[in-house]
């Protein structure tokens, strides 16, 4: 698996999730210039942690540039 391949970031991202990094999945996205499913990471946090789930949601709805196509809540939970 190439270090750059989607299969490769989303095992990192489920890998800050797993250990609280929760503060660290957006800057290591812009570092690597990937575009995560944000659906998918929203579904892994919030049994693990609601308010960092919440927090989350509004940072990357608040982002610059932040064309993120809305999602109900109904798809998160």
């Known amino acids: 698996m190439k270090s750059d ?3 490769s970031h989303e095992k990192i991202i489920q890998g ?3 250990t609280g990094n929760f503060d660290k999945i957006m800057p290591y996205c812009q570092r690597t210039n990937y575009s995560p499913d944000f659906i ?3 579904r892994n946090m919030v ?3 609601p308010e960092a789930a919440v ?3 509004k940072m990357i709805t608040n982002r610059e540039g932040g064309n993120i196509p809305k999602a109900s809540i109904d798809s998160v939970v």
């Open 5 to 7: 391949s989607p299969d």
């Open 16 to 18: 800050l999730i797993q």
């Open 40 to 42: 998918k990471i929203l």
């Open 47 to 49: 049994p693990m942690n």
């Open 55 to 57: 927090g989350f949601a």
